[in-house]
């Protein structure tokens, strides 16, 4: 390097800030999507799955409460009132696991959708033999509604509620994983970006320091 010109000097010292200025911004946009990809994650597919879930779980309450009025009541219109609701109640719900099915993307969460699938498939099914029971009105028939609320479709609703417990849980591991990788992405970046200003400071502090001799050093020879 002693043997190379001003101009050499200057065009390899500014070529080694500029390397470093395309190091930086290259390892810059690589945090950068790896925040977007996990803040992605956690805004479209965890936050919406554990709101369609809780709406689910709110509405799995509501129906066994709607079906426990059905029993109490021999009203026909009140009856055919509450089956209205429960209709609505359970469309509202299909509609949410269907929009929850979309978000699914991956094989563990497949596996809990199945089973969550397969307890609520099974609590309708508990729950519709109950009203169809208690739509005959009679004393007896309300009898056996009331047994088998409590003995079929509570152990049920218990069960749908803790698949979906589970969907909950996997759900908020996933949004907690997502959230350390994004502050990860962070402080990682954050580490990088001072690292890559502070060599290329010193890298032009060199370049000063070697083109102000290169020029000095000849004006001193000169001058003597």
């Known amino acids: 390097m002693k043997n190379w010109k001003i101009g050499m000097r200057m065009a390899a010292g500014f070529g080694a800030v500029t390397l470093v200025a395309i190091v930086l911004g290259i390892f810059a946009y690589s945090k950068v999507t790896a925040i977007d990809r996990n803040a992605v994650a956690v805004t479209d597919y965890a936050l919406p799955k554990v709101y369609l879930v809780g709406r689910i779980e709110k509405n799995l309450q509501l129906t066994f409460a709607l079906a426990l009025q059905h029993t109490m009541t021999t009203d026909p219109q009140r009856m055919a009132a509450i089956d209205a609701q429960l209709q609505t109640v359970r469309a509202a719900n299909s509609a949410s696991v269907s929009d929850y099915e979309k978000l699914v993307n991956n094989d563990k969460g497949r596996a809990l959708l199945q089973d969550f699938q397969a307890a609520r498939t099974a609590f309708w099914a508990a729950t ?5 029971t208690s739509r005959l009105g009679t004393a007896d028939a309300k009898r056996r ?5 409590n003995l079929r ?3 049920l609703q218990e069960k749908y ?10 759900n908020k591991t ?6 350390k990788s994004i502050l990860d992405a962070v402080d990682s970046a954050q580490q990088g970006i001072i690292t890559g200003l502070v060599i290329a400071l010193v890298i032009g502090i060199g370049i000063s320091i070697v083109i102000t001799r290169g020029i000095t050093a000849p004006l001193a020879a000169a001058s003597s």
């Open 153 to 155: 479709v509570q152990p």
């Open 145 to 149: 509604t009331v047994e088998m609320l």
């Open 174 to 179: 996933g949004a907690d994983e997502a959230g």
């Open 161 to 170: 509620a803790q698949a979906a417990e589970n969907v909950v849980a996997l």
């Open 128 to 132: 519709d033999e109950t009203l169809q």
